[in-house]
């Protein structure tokens, strides 16, 4: 199986400090004057955020590092001692991220209004308790079930042992759902003694999203949450969105009760909710909420203090800005006027109904801005990465600081508002089958006079600052030869200044990542396996048989030919035919003309999944059983490429055909 996308953001920040002595470089001068002048911009004097983020505090967190259950850190709660409040932000920090990295920092458990608490900086989101009639409702119990338990205790410390009666997972997310079995137990569900709610689409969603280009996905997470960092001013700060991730035991709970309509209302040990649902927004099955009673809206991760992503540098199917837009603009509608809190799933509340009504206007008009200028733009003939150098908040939208791009930017999320609408291709045929970046890489170089020539003039360029030009063209020579010493490190110097001088936390982890392993190569670090039992048990049948037809090598395959029966009892029967380089499956059939038929109970492929037994063993048990020429199953089986997690990112991967173990060697980047 894959490592979903969150097996690599759970990649441990507590593992990235080993390694080769530090060669990162100091703030230029002027990666210096870039920083300071957003202190000109911007409203630094404001300090309602923090008062906001602080209101309500009741406890710290433990001070303890968390381990599972192998004695493997999970969450060091002191990891980030290094962002103090107050203090100015570091040459080598952008002010602005800064100050929403010492905004996430801000941890513990707080009050936000009578009868609701939240349990902040556990894990990269937030755990929500509400307090009803006869017990208490846990609101996306984090990433990991060890740092769900530590922060459930911490409360029942504080407030007192109350029973359980329901969760929600406000979305398909994995830090909203990854921890439930560290605050309530699955016999407790079955035997309905506590509810477990979830958008419609919920089940599906982190499975589909994660399955099928899981591996790449996971890969490049590892750059955008900055797992291969240590934490410090020259590391990682955090995502923007909070600090990090745990690096636990992910655990999924199916809900016994799916949200379908907006509207729906439903009484909740004693409280009303009354749902608003948001698929397609932040998550592909999201929702937000009106408790009455408390009058207070669960706004999901729909409304946070940052300017969210449409699109996922990690790799994911493009949200559209137009409908989660109007989402807001419903809950304004729907409960603008009565709401006195307003809390996320992310960050710290809003306090008082005109607060709430101008962030909710002011995202809604944010994420509206975005989609309609582009289409603009796009409509008066610009191109997407044109209309993205040229967009322009209005400032009274740029500079509110929910709106900042801490997390998602307007760059990135303009450029996938240009694909959602038209596409990769801009129009003009020269870009239509263009060079891969190898060759291209060669020929530019060729033209510019050589290696050496571009070095040269790349090196003036970086003394002028002009790091973003020198990132893009000695980029081509390390593309055309990535043995070039000389070349691999000036790009890690300018794309380390381009991370200094980011706002995004995510850009400053991608420039800081790809600067890291243009000097040091691709380190093997641990990285858990998020395909955990429960995680497995939640694939469904078709999409396990989609992701065997992805691991298909179509050129090894181009000639096998094979039909054959699978037969999972009570779970579904599915015939399987292997030819002209694909594996097509249909549900619900078995073939008279089957090469073979393979008979096993899901809990045995389950187990296969999960490496808990291998398919040779389970046919030698009795566990699979094989009726007719096993021959097809070891064809099909053989033909399956595993995918390897650690491929390059920066310097280009060797082709099949490299017969250069000196040029294989130098693109794995073990220099």
Same mark, same amino acid.
């Given at each position: 199986?894959?490592?979903?996308?969150?097996?690599?953001?759970?990649?441990?920040?507590?593992?990235?400090?080993?390694?080769?002595?530090?060669?990162?470089?100091?703030?230029?001068?002027?990666?210096?004057?870039?920083?300071?002048?957003?202190?000109?911009?911007?409203?630094?004097?404001?300090?309602?955020?923090?008062?906001?983020?602080?209101?309500?505090?009741?406890?710290?967190?433990?001070?303890?590092?968390?381990?599972?259950?192998?004695?493997?850190? #999970?969450? =060091?709660?002191?990891?980030? %001692?290094?962002? /103090?409040?107050?203090?100015? $932000? *570091? +040459?080598?920090?952008?002010?602005?991220?800064?100050?929403?990295?010492?905004?996430?920092?801000?941890?513990?458990?707080?009050?936000?209004?009578?009868?609701?608490?939240?349990?902040?900086?556990?894990?990269?989101?937030?755990?929500?308790?509400?307090?009803?009639?006869?017990?208490?409702?846990?609101?996306?119990?984090?990433?990991?079930?060890?740092?769900?338990?530590?922060?459930?205790?911490?409360?029942?410390?504080?407030?007192?042992?109350?029973?359980?009666?329901?969760?929600?997972?406000?979305?398909?997310?994995?830090?909203?759902?990854?921890?439930?079995?560290? #605050?309530? =137990?699955?016999?407790?569900? %079955?035997?309905? /003694?506590?509810?477990?709610? $979830? *958008? +419609?689409?919920?089940?599906?969603?982190?499975?589909?999203?994660?399955?099928?280009?899981?591996?790449?996905?996971?890969?490049?997470?590892?750059?955008?949450?900055?797992?291969?960092?240590?934490?410090?001013?020259?590391?990682?700060?955090?995502?923007?969105?909070?600090?990090?991730?745990?690096?636990?035991?992910?655990?999924?709970?199916?809900?016994?009760?799916?949200?379908?309509?907006?509207?729906?209302?439903?009484?909740?040990?004693?409280?009303?909710?009354?749902?608003?649902?948001?698929?397609?927004?932040?998550?592909?099955?999201?929702?937000?909420?009106?408790?009455?009673?408390?009058?207070?809206?669960?706004?999901?991760?729909?409304?946070?203090?940052?300017?969210?992503?449409?699109?996922?540098?990690?790799?994911?199917?493009?949200?559209?800005?137009?409908?989660?837009?109007?989402?807001?603009?419903?809950?304004?509608?729907?409960?603008?006027?009565?709401?006195?809190?307003?809390?996320?799933?992310?960050?710290?509340?809003?306090?008082?109904?005109?607060?709430?009504?101008?962030?909710?206007?002011?995202?809604?008009?944010?994420?509206?801005?975005?989609?309609?200028?582009?289409?603009?733009?796009?409509?008066?003939?610009?191109?997407?990465?044109?209309?993205?150098?040229?967009?322009?908040?209005?400032?009274?939208?740029?500079?509110?600081?929910?709106?900042?791009?801490?997390?998602?930017?307007?760059?990135?999320?303009?450029?996938?508002?240009?694909?959602?609408?038209?596409?990769?291709?801009?129009?003009?045929?020269?870009?239509?089958?263009?060079?891969?970046?190898?060759?291209?890489?060669?020929?530019?170089?060729?033209?510019?006079?050589?290696?050496?020539?571009?070095?040269?003039?790349?090196?003036?360029?970086?003394?002028?600052?002009?790091?973003?030009?020198?990132?893009?063209?000695?980029?081509?020579?390390?593309?055309?030869?990535?043995?070039?010493?000389?070349?691999?490190?000036?790009?890690?110097?300018?794309?380390?200044?381009?991370?200094?001088?980011?706002?995004?936390?995510?850009?400053?982890?991608?420039?800081?990542?790809?600067?890291?392993?243009?000097?040091?190569?691709?380190?093997?670090?641990?990285?858990?396996?998020?395909?955990?039992?429960?995680?497995?048990?939640?694939?469904?049948?078709?999409?396990?048989?989609?992701?065997?037809?992805?691991?298909?090598?179509?050129?090894?395959?181009?000639?096998?030919?094979?039909?054959?029966?699978?037969?999972?009892?009570?779970?579904?029967?599915?015939?399987?035919?292997?030819?002209?380089?694909?594996?097509?499956?249909?549900?619900?059939?078995?073939?008279?003309?089957?090469?073979?038929?393979?008979?096993?109970?899901?809990?045995?492929?389950?187990?296969?999944?999960?490496?808990?037994?291998?398919?040779?063993?389970?046919?030698?048990?009795?566990?699979?059983?094989?009726?007719?020429?096993?021959?097809?199953?070891?064809?099909?089986?053989?033909?399956?490429?595993?995918?390897?997690?650690?491929?390059?990112?920066?310097?280009?991967?060797?082709?099949?055909?490299?017969?250069?173990?000196?040029?294989?060697?130098?693109?794995?980047?073990?220099?």
């Amino acid at each position: 199986m894959p490592k979903c996308f969150w097996g690599s953001l759970l990649t441990a920040v507590l593992f990235a400090a080993d390694g080769p002595a530090d060669s990162r470089k100091n703030a230029t001068d002027a990666t210096k004057a870039a920083n300071a002048k957003l202190l000109t911009v911007l409203p630094f004097a404001d300090n309602s955020d923090f008062e906001n983020a602080k209101k309500g505090f009741i406890a710290p967190l433990p001070t303890d590092l968390i381990k599972g259950q192998a004695g493997n850190p #999970v969450w =060091n709660p002191q990891q980030y %001692n290094f962002i /103090k409040e107050g203090a100015p $932000a *570091p +040459d080598t920090v952008n002010p602005s991220l800064w100050r929403q990295s010492q905004l996430t920092n801000i941890s513990g458990l707080f009050k936000v209004t009578d009868g609701i608490y939240q349990i902040r900086n556990q894990d990269l989101s937030n755990m929500t308790i509400i307090e009803g009639k006869e017990g208490i409702v846990i609101v996306d119990p984090l990433v990991s079930m060890e740092t769900a338990r530590t922060a459930i205790d911490l409360y029942y410390k504080n407030r007192g042992r109350r029973p359980v009666k329901a969760v929600i997972y406000t979305h398909s997310h994995v830090d909203h759902y990854g921890g439930v079995r560290g #605050v309530i =137990n699955e016999a407790d569900v %079955n035997s309905g /003694k506590i509810k477990v709610y $979830a *958008p +419609d689409g919920f089940l599906e969603a982190p499975v589909a999203e994660n399955v099928l280009a899981g591996n790449a996905m996971s890969r490049r997470a590892s750059y955008m949450f900055g797992n291969l960092l240590p934490p410090d001013a020259k590391g990682q700060v955090g995502t923007g969105l909070g600090t990090t991730t745990s690096a636990g035991t992910v655990t999924l709970i199916p809900p016994t009760n799916v949200i379908k309509a907006t509207g729906e209302k439903h009484v909740i040990d004693g409280l009303t909710y009354e749902f608003l649902m948001a698929p397609g927004s932040e998550a592909p099955a999201e929702m937000m909420w009106f408790i009455p009673e408390k009058k207070a809206i669960e706004a999901a991760e729909d409304c946070t203090h940052t300017l969210h992503n449409t699109y996922s540098l990690r790799g994911a199917k493009i949200r559209e800005p137009l409908p989660w837009s109007k989402y807001l603009n419903q809950a304004l509608v729907m409960w603008g006027d009565k709401a006195e809190v307003m809390f996320a799933q992310h960050h710290w509340p809003t306090f008082g109904n005109a607060e709430i009504k101008e962030l909710l206007k002011s995202q809604r008009d944010l994420y509206r801005y975005i989609n309609d200028e582009t289409l603009r733009l796009a409509n008066h003939g610009y191109t997407r990465d044109e209309i993205a150098e040229q967009f322009k908040l209005p400032d009274q939208l740029a500079h509110v600081w929910a709106n900042r791009g801490y997390y998602g930017t307007i760059s990135h999320n303009v450029k996938a508002t240009y694909v959602l609408y038209l596409g990769w291709f801009d129009g003009n045929p020269a870009t239509l089958n263009e060079l891969t970046p190898v060759e291209a890489s060669k020929k530019y170089v060729e033209f510019m006079g050589g290696a050496d020539a571009v070095l040269q003039k790349a090196r003036e360029s970086y003394a002028k600052g002009d790091y973003r030009w020198v990132a893009q063209v000695v980029n081509h020579v390390v593309f055309a030869d990535p043995n070039n010493k000389a070349a691999r490190d000036l790009q890690a110097d300018a794309l380390e200044q381009l991370g200094y001088q980011a706002e995004s936390g995510p850009w400053r982890n991608f420039y800081l990542s790809g600067a890291k392993e243009l000097r040091d190569g691709v380190k093997r670090l641990p990285t858990p396996d998020s395909a955990s039992p429960d995680t497995v048990r939640a694939i469904p049948l078709d999409l396990f048989f989609d992701y065997l037809s992805v691991r298909l090598n179509r050129e090894k395959a181009a000639n096998a030919k094979a039909v054959l029966n699978f037969d999972f009892g009570a779970d579904g029967k599915y015939v399987l035919e292997m030819e002209n380089g694909v594996l097509n499956h249909t549900p619900n059939s078995q073939a008279s003309n089957a090469d073979v038929t393979v008979t096993l109970s899901r809990d045995t492929l389950n187990n296969i999944m999960l490496h808990k037994t291998k398919l040779a063993d389970a046919i030698q048990s009795g566990d699979v059983k094989i009726a007719g020429n096993r021959a097809k199953l070891d064809e099909l089986v053989s033909n399956l490429d595993s995918f390897d997690f650690w491929f390059n990112i920066v310097t280009p991967r060797p082709t099949a055909g490299d017969a250069s173990p000196q040029a294989s060697k130098a693109s794995r980047g073990q220099r």
